[in-house]
């Protein structure tokens, strides 16, 4: 694609990778992704902010050859989807300097071998002037590294945010029109990126509330026109309160724990309580992880294997120990042959939940009567529990 203009001397570059389907060998992509860079033309001074990933270089470098002189490469962020163009971007322009944090420059040091005479730190707050375009940088830590911040364009109220509200879509589109679509895209990203350090984030955007912001414009995805429609929605997945959700994560061997899953989930439904049933032997994880962000309640289901629980349910585990929703109640359902530690391990294995284990269901090979009227005990607890909380 070529460079398309945002504003008088603001214009976005970078690429749309509209194959990618997977991020960091483990994040689905099923709407591909793109790579935002933005060139900021001041009176004096010319500054691209972040670049893109190494594979689309060349595509940056072509949207670069009218541009004679770039005085700063602005990096927000090192992960190398942002940053991992630097190098070229410097040897084309020898003279430019890297402004980043003291923590990135480190790290694209590292990373990039970058060399240290190129770098100029920012402080929290600090400002630069590139001639009628001021430039102030807000350490906004853990979106999604620690080293992250955003920076604001005071004359434009543009807010650069890096991963900070991003989303991964590739498009044609440079700003948000289908709302709904993009709520998705963003929520997944949320529920993969940024869930893990929701506490921090939410500073973040108090801290970022304070400023009058016309168009947030991230690295991934499109830019907001509208920027309470994404800050909005960020609120209310780190603080909302949890849905009247029961997120159902499986595995069946030979069919036992299928049948536990399907007579439990009728039971929660008849009780009133919603839920979202994943087989984990074919479901998209991303889906997973964002159902997860707003679930009162996780429940495994497993059969037991190796006297613990399926190795797909131990990655089920992992990853919602990870991301740490503000899920507030867990138990566990499923079968098991002769014998095993499944609910011992399981426990074990998610010290980062909050939550309070509601007495879990397992049966020995296929459910008798009596492990259904268990399951339907379970099934009334967790919506109990959800009413007693306030959960709707
Ligand atoms: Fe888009 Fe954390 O990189």
Redesign the pocket.
Known sequence: MKKRKIKDNIYWMGSVDWDRRLFDSLIPLPDGTS?NAYLIEGNEKTALIDTVDPSFTEELLSQLSGIPKLDYVISL?S?Q??SGSIPNVLKKYPDAKVITSPKAKGLLMDQLQIPEEYFITVADGEEISLGKKTIKFIYTPWV??PETMVAYLKEDKILFS??FF?SHIATTDLYVSDETRVYEAAKRYYAE?MMPFRNVIKNNIEKISSYDISMIAP??GLIYPKPSFIIDAYKDWIQGSPKNTVVLPYISMHGSTKRIVDYFVASLEEKGVRVEQFNLAVTDIGKLAMAMVDAATIVIGTPTILVGPHPNIVYGAYLANALRPKTKFLSIVGSYGWGGKTVEILAGMIPNLKVEIIEPVLCKGLPTDDDFKALDKLAEKIAQKHREAGIK
């Open positions: 790579y962020h992960e989807d942002h999604h590294w890096c991963d991003g990126i690295s991934h």
